[in-house]
Every structure is written in C-alpha cells, then in structure tokens.
C-alpha cells in the first residue's frame, strides 16, 4: 500500500479503462474510487455542488460539576439528549463514558447546537467550510445551557472548557449518498450525513 496523506484531490476524471485520480502530485488511475470526503465531495466531483452542501456547525466541551460525578446528587448524566427548541434549532448531548464506568477517563460533556445564536445568518453556517473559529454567540449560549437545562446544576461559564465549530454535509434531502456515482463508472459515494453517522426517516 502506499498512502498518500495531506495530498488534496483536485478531481476525478473519466477515461477507458476506468477513472483517474488528479492530484498535485500526479495522476492515478484505477479501476475504483471510493469517494468518503463529505461536505468536500463537490470539490471533486462539481456534480454534487447542489446536493451535498458544507454546513458549519458548533460543539462544547463541558466539565461536570461535583453535583453531577459519581456519588454527586442528583448524580451524573447517564443518557445522551437530543432537545427541539423549534423547527431547525435543535441541541445534543453526550457524556462521555470513562467517568460512569469505572470513575477513571475523560468526565466531560460534549454539548452542540446553539443554533439559535445563527441560525437566521445563513453566511455565518450555510456553504461556509470556515472552521478555524467560534461561532458568534455559541460559547455564551453554551455558558448558559446547563444551568438552565438540569435541576441542581452548580455552575456556569468556567465549566466550559472549549468551544470549536466543524463542517458537516448536508444532503439535499437528508439523506445520505452511499453507493455507485449513478451516471459514472468506476466511482463509489459514501457522503451526505446531515450531521449523522447514519440516518433514518422510516
């Protein structure tokens, strides 16, 4: 094997025996493509410029209180969350593991969404692949979520220990591509996530 990392895909083109491959450092050819690159994947293939979209989204790490550890009172958040404050504007969160197993390992809390920070700006979220920065509003809405959301919570703004965004794709009708490009051969799909490892409308 030989693998090539930090070399970027600048397109995949047609030819007679199968598609190639065009990088900055040469071409391959090869008989199959497996296209995994997500909200990325128009970048290569242009057909897709309209179907999977770059989506920016936000995330936070937040340290529990003593209130919410093991042996704490009410004790610690067992379960993930997923909470719909109105339509497109929704939260999610999920403990981490290592602290309701054996008390050893990461205790934070991974919390994302605030949606409703920049939702209405579709600028700041909508086709922006801009991932080096916060977004605005998001850490104080973060800062202010706990508190607000779980009966004795202690805490607030030092509880959260970082704030980052990252870039989704998003399908243009939520649900994802996996499987052959349906007018060429010799490529394979697997993008389009909205946001999820998989999805599932039935």
């Known amino acids: 094997m030989n693998l090539q990392t930090y070399t970027e895909v600048t397109a995949i083109v047609d030819g007679p025996k199968g598609p190639t491959v065009k990088t900055p450092r040469g071409d ?3 008989s199959l493509v497996i296209a995994a690159s997500n909200a990325y994947t128009a970048s290569f293939l242009p057909e897709f410029a309209s179907k999977i979209v770059p989506v920016r989204g936000t995330v936070s790490a937040i340290r529990p209180p003593v209130s919410h550890l093991p042996g704490g009172n009410p004790g610690p958040l067992r379960y993930t969350y997923g909470f719909r404050h109105g ?9 981490r593991q ?9 205790t934070s809390i991974i919390l994302g969404g605030a949606k409703s920070q920049f939702l209405k700006n579709h600028e700041l979220w909508y086709d922006n692949i801009n991932d080096n920065e916060e977004m605005p509003g998001a850490r104080q809405y973060f800062e202010g979520f ?3 959301t779980f009966q004795g919570w202690i805490g607030g703004a030092d509880n959260v220990e970082k704030v980052w965004s990252g870039v989704l794709g998003y399908s243009s009708d939520f649900s994802p591509f996996v499987g052959p490009h349906p ?3 010799g490529i394979m799909v697997c993008a389009g996530f909205t946001g999820h490892g998989e999805w599932n409308r039935h």
């Open 28 to 30: 391959i050819a090869a």
């Open 87 to 95: 339509v497109g504007d929704t939260d999610y969160l999920i403990p």
């Open 98 to 106: 290592g602290h309701l197993t054996n008390g050893r390992g990461d």
């Open 146 to 148: 706990m508190p607000k």
């Open 183 to 185: 007018e060429r051969k």
